[in-house]
C-alpha cells in the first residue's frame, strides 16, 4: 500500500471512530437529556420520574418559600397538583424570587423516592414585573 492510501485509510478510521464515539454518548441518557413535564404530568409518572432527568414547570406557591442558609425549599403547583422543591444547585438565586411575586417556574433535576424534586437550576419567569404599562399613551 502506498503512503496516500494508507493516510486515507487512517483517516477514514479516525472519522468512523470519532462518529461512532458521538453516537454513543448521544444514546446514553445523562444530564445533558432532560424531560420537560408540568407538576401534574410527574405527579402521573408516579416512581417512573424518579430515574429521569426533568425539567417541570409550574406557579410558584405564594407563601411556600423557605430559606436556610444554602438551601431553598419552595412549593409549585399546577392545577391542584403540587410538588415540594429542594434546591442543590450552585447558581445564586436571584433577589426578585421571593414568597410575593407570581410567577412561573422552571426546575431541572431529578424527583428522589421522597417525592421532593432536587433541583439543580431554577428559571422564574415573573412576566407582570416586566409587562410594558399601556395605560397612559406615550407623546
Not at 453516537?23 to 445533558?32: H, L, N, Y
Not at 408516579?46 to 409550574?58: D, E, F
Not at 431553598?72 to 411575586?101: A, Q, R, V
Not at 433541583?119 to 412576566?127: D, G, V
Amino acid at each position: 500500500m502506498n503512503s496516500k492510501k494508507l493516510k486515507f485509510v487512517i483517516g477514514s478510521l479516525v472519522i468512523i471512530a470519532a462518529v461512532i464515539v458521538l453516537a454513543v454518548q448521544g444514546m446514553k441518557e445523562d444530564k445533558t437529556m432532560s424531560y420537560s413535564k408540568s407538576v401534574s404530568e410527574v405527579m402521573m409518572l408516579g416512581s417512573r420520574a424518579q430515574a429521569l432527568t426533568l425539567k417541570v414547570n409550574g406557579d410558584l406557591k405564594k407563601g411556600s418559600i423557605v430559606r436556610n442558609n444554602l438551601d431553598l425549599d419552595f412549593i409549585i403547583t399546577e392545577g391542584d397538583s403540587e410538588l415540594g422543591i429542594h434546591y442543590i444547585g450552585k447558581d445564586p438565586i436571584p433577589d426578585t424570587f421571593n414568597n410575593d411575586m407570581d410567577a412561573e417556574v422552571i426546575v431541572s433535576g431529578k424527583l428522589q423516592q421522597d417525592g421532593v424534586f432536587h433541583a439543580e437550576r431554577i428559571q422564574a419567569k415573573c412576566a407582570s414585573k416586566y409587562e410594558a404599562d399601556y395605560s397612559s399613551p406615550e407623546i
